[in-house]
């Protein structure tokens, strides 16, 4: 399968995705040692990483990892699409030179919209 970023198909990331959940709510324990819950939901969360993504890849991909707001996501290992935000205090970029040729290595955290 593909990756597709807001209709736009950029180059898959390294498999296997981290997939993690993001819990929206609050854990608190009673006086008598219970744990109480107040959940509102959970959110799905992609730690994605690529490597060795020429300039042509690197340029379409952070057209979309720098764009603030909702955007559509189908992750490469189903078939859903999701409404993510990309987290963009998460996203790490190192740059390496190999013969005389310029590769990124990216690294972000996709999470699931409200």
Do not use: C
């Not at 890849?57 to 859903?80: H, I, N, R, W």
Request: net charge negative; aromatic share 8%; no cysteine.
């Amino acid at each position: 399968m593909s990756t597709i970023i807001d209709g736009v198909t950029v180059a898959d990331p390294i498999v296997p995705t981290k997939i993690s959940y993001v819990f929206i709510g609050e854990y608190s324990t009673a006086i008598d040692g219970s744990v109480l819950v107040d959940s509102t939901a959970s959110r799905k969360k992609w730690t994605l990483e690529w490597k060795h993504l020429t300039q042509s890849e690197y340029d379409t991909l952070m057209a979309k990892l720098t764009v603030t707001g909702e955007q559509t996501f189908s992750p490469p290992e189903d078939s859903g699409t999701y409404n993510v935000i990309v987290r963009q205090d998460t996203l790490s970029i190192d740059a390496t030179i190999i013969d005389n040729v310029q590769y990124y290595d990216i690294s972000v955290d996709i999470e699931e919209a409200a």
